[in-house]
């Protein structure tokens, strides 16, 4: 039997997460993001350049899940990132899950400690963005209680996001 662990990241976790991360766009992006992109997310500058910002994120929580001490999932989260930002909104930035760890319950674990720490911290709704046409992804979030807002927006990339959102009870459970 494996145990699953969800904790928050600390400094030294941030180039495993940044791997997590690369290696999870590589499986879940290929043919939606350049091939080329995809492919230089694991060199190691880029890894080291990605987790050297994310240590300057002092609003961002990072959480990570291991299964028998490896690294296998983050979540990122904290407020809502909005031209119009509300006190009560709160976000989930990025929730990514080794594919060799798909429905594992890494990813539901994760989901619901970045809920309950939101809900801890005063949010009693949680927006989150994910590519059109992320079927798995899109399917995971309704199972944790989200619905599309028919919000989209465009990225950088020129590839078309979703916005999600959901309410919080006290401790992060969905309120209707």
């Known amino acids: 039997m ?3 662990v ?7 976790d941030l180039p495993a997460v940044a791997m997590v991360r690369a290696r999870t766009w590589q499986a879940a992006y290929a043919g939606r993001v350049d091939d080329a992109e995809l492919r230089t997310l694991t060199d190691p500058e880029v890894v080291a350049e990605w987790a050297a910002r994310a240590a300057t994120k002092s609003t961002t929580t990072y959480t990570v899940a291991e299964l ?4 296998v999932g983050f979540a990122a989260y904290g ?3 909005s031209d119009a930002p ?5 976000e989930v930035y990025a929730l990514y899950v080794l594919p060799e760890h798909w429905r594992s319950g890494a990813g539901s674990a994760l989901m619901h400690a970045a809920l309950d720490e939101l809900a801890g911290n005063g949010f ?17 979030y309704r199972r944790h209680g989200f ?15 979703l916005l999600m959102a959901r309410l919080l009870g006290p401790r992060g459970d969905l309120v209707r």
């Not at 619905?147 to 996001?161: A, C």
Request: charged share 40%.
């Open 147 to 161: 619905h599309e807002t028919g919000e989209v927006v465009r990225d950088h990339r020129g590839l078309d996001e």
């Open 124 to 140: 009693d709704h949680v927006t989150l963005w994910v590519l059109v046409g992320n079927e798995r992804a899109i399917a995971f």
């Open 6 to 12: 969800v904790r928050e990241a600390r400094a030294e």
């Open 86 to 90: 509300q006190p009560w909104r709160g």
């Open 68 to 71: 028998d001490d490896e690294g």
């Open 79 to 81: 407020a809502e990132r």
């Open 2 to 4: 494996t145990d699953l």
